[in-house]
């Protein structure tokens, strides 16, 4: 086959730099003002949304993974998953620390130019309105559901509402928790379902239990006892977390390695989310005090609001008050066990 000629690539063009650097106009300068940190603020800004890019689609990855029907455990996709979502958490990282450059800017540097951003706001980033609800944040689970999206014009808010109707990646590792058979297959379990495992599971849990405690062992029967079906005001099924739980408490088997760090790096998102929020709510504090946001919102009341309320994957963090040291959990089937291993 004759081989196709390639025009050479030249740099400044493969990344477009033209468009790039030529896209930072200030407002004070459009104003004859003097204010000249507003070139970092948009800067910064500008790079965050880069990141977000690029977050964004890494969860498209992971999420077209997660929606085939069965991922067979002799293929990339859990591992490439994982992968990603570690990448992922590394861009979260710098996004944190990023937040320190943008600090070199003093409140008075700031209020050189602040007032011609109004109504302005990284409120109407719509990037990270989509990460959260492509993590799995719907419209329900929203603080300050009046105002979210009251400072987008139509097409952004059409744009929002797609990523809330998309399925999310919550949505679709619950689906595949429940697809794991450990938990439920019959030839493990023989006569039963697996139900005899968890009630010696729930009495070993019991044992553990301080006199103080004795409410989680009412948690656990919700979340694990149930008929299947999902628990009042759940996100994840009773059959997804008692595979999630699985993953979390026998972890050392071989085709488990894999399932706990997906768990782990989700956990991971959910941290490195929130210590960006808080990170940039002391910021805003710094800079603007008690002052309302230029996007209409109650300003850092807000954005503390939801800093407490949009940890996404929070169930899944909470199912670690039911672990129990590795010699009081129960013993499983041979042949499972055996499953589990490098055969
Ligand atoms: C001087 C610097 C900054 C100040 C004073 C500030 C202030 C605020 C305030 C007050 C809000 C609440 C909404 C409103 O505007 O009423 C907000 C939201 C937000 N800001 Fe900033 N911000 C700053 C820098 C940044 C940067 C660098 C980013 C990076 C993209 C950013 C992203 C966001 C996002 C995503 C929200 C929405 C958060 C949520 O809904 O949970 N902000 N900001």
Sequence with gaps: MEKKERLPVYYSEYLQLDKILEAQFPESGKEGLKADDEMLFIIIHQTYELWFKQILHELDIIREIFRQ????NNSPD????????????????????????????TPLDFLDFRDLLR?????????????????????????????????????????????????????????????????????YWQENDGSEYWKQYRQAYANSLSETEQANLKLFDTLFMGEGGYPEGRRFSADANKSALFIMVYRDYPLLHLPYELVSSLLEIDELLSMWRH????????????????????????????????????????????????????????????DLGYN
């Design 69 to 72: 029907p069965n991922i067979p």
């Design 78 to 105: 859990i591992y490439n998953s994982v992968h990603r979502i570690k990448r992922v958490s590394r861009i979260l990282d710098v996004a944190v620390m990023q937040m320190s450059v943008l600090e070199t800017m």
């Design 119 to 187: 109504p302005a706001s990284g409120f109407q980033s719509i990037q990270f309105k989509m990460i959260e609800a492509a993590l799995g944040l719907g419209y329900d689970q929203r603080h300050g559901k009046a105002y979210y999206l009251s400072q987008l014009n139509e097409k952004d808010i059409a744009r929002v509402k797609k990523a809330e109707s998309d399925e999310s990646l919550i949505v679709l590792i619950n689906r595949w928790l429940e697809r794991m058979p450990f938990c439920k297959e019959k030839r």
């Design 279 to 338: 990170r940039h709510i002391h910021m805003v504090q710094r800079t603007i005090g008690k002052r309302v946001g230029t996007g209409g919102s109650t300003g850092a009341e807000y954005l503390r609001g939801a800093a407490d309320s949009h940890y996404i994957f929070k169930e899944l963090a909470e199912l670690t008050s039911f672990l129990m040291p590795r010699n009081a959990v129960p013993k499983l089937p041979e042949q499972l066990v055996k």
